[in-house]
């Protein structure tokens, strides 16, 4: 019988877990949980953020273990590294359930992304989070280009709500951050809660079937198609369309302008969209470490 791995990722809008054998995932799940909510200019985490997020690890935590799990990793994000106060997120966490908590760097977070989605392949990776947004570029095996920037779906609707005229000002200002991003020639994926959500509307999925997701392409065309549709919508409507669970009804549309964005900032076509991501990517890692 082999090992069985559980690895959380504690996101700044969900917590999510994913159990491996080591070289295959073989479940997933999320619960949003909107660290990032109420983080304002002080980056302060609320007492409710926290305790929601650290009761959905306790959960995550005790069903790894009810399904066999030996080994449980955990890491933090964009909203947890920012926060002045995380270290409050870090002990409730350790207090329900005793999970130690690895906060990530930003540069660490699109590292294991892109190890996550491409294992060695070429190819570029748009990541986009609640707090943060990465870009990575692996060439000819090595990783030519890699950066993370503070804008995410959570933090717009924090600063704009659904005023879609203000995030694209924003944006426009905020990517010049990227600089240039070499990357001719090379296929273009995206990873994150963002992007399999798009993909699901899209394909209108009910229920979500990741094995659709994974690998379905998205054009910009589709996207921003996509993104006027739900900006058009009220929360309550977005809630009722089909692949898209309710509780991203009030960040989705950020994060498709985000995606949208991106795309035509760095002029692609559009993206593949992969179920495989920094969860993934945190096992290799720390399999590669142990050996």
């Known amino acids: 019988m082999s090992k069985l791995f559980g690895v959380i990722d504690i996101g700044s809008n969900s917590v999510r877990l994913m159990l491996s054998n080591g070289s295959k995932t073989l479940f997933k799940s999320n619960e949003i949980t909107r660290l990032a909510q109420g983080q304002g200019e002080d980056l302060m985490l609320t007492n409710e953020a926290i305790e929601r997020t650290a009761l959905a690890v306790f959960n995550f935590n005790r069903l790894a273990i ?39 760097s930003g540069e660490q977070e699109a590292y294991l992304g892109a190890l996550g989605a491409l294992n060695g392949k070429d190819g570029v990776v748009i990541d986009v989070g609640g707090a943060s947004t990465e870009i990575t570029v692996n060439k000819n095996g090595k990783t030519i280009y890699s950066k993370s920037i503070n804008v995410g779906s959570v933090f717009l609707t924090e600063l704009f709500g659904q005023d879609s005229k203000r995030v694209d000002e924003y944006l426009k200002s905020a990517l010049t951050e990227y600089g240039t991003i070499n990357c001719e020639n090379l296929s273009v994926y995206s990873i994150g809660g963002t992007a399999t959500t798009v993909s699901a509307v899209i394909q209108e999925l009910e229920p979500y079937d990741p094995t659709k997701t994974h690998g379905h392409y998205v054009d910009l065309i589709s996207l921003k198609a996509l993104k006027d549709k739900l900006y058009s919508l009220s929360e309550v409507e977005r809630e009722k369309l089909k692949g898209l669970q309710p509780k991203r009804a009030k960040v989705i549309a950020n994060g498709v302008a985000i995606l949208v964005s991106v795309l035509e900032y760095a002029n692609f076509n559009g993206f593949t969209t992969s179920e495989n991501d920094n969860l993934e990517g945190y096992l290799i890692e720390k399999l590669k470490g142990n050996q």
Do not use: H, M, W
């Open 66 to 104: 009810e399904k066999g799990a030996s080994t449980i990793y955990a890491f933090a994000t964009a909203s947890a590294r920012k926060a002045p106060n995380k270290q409050a997120l870090l002990d409730r966490i350790n207090e329900l359930c005793g999970v130690s908590v690895e906060i990530i």
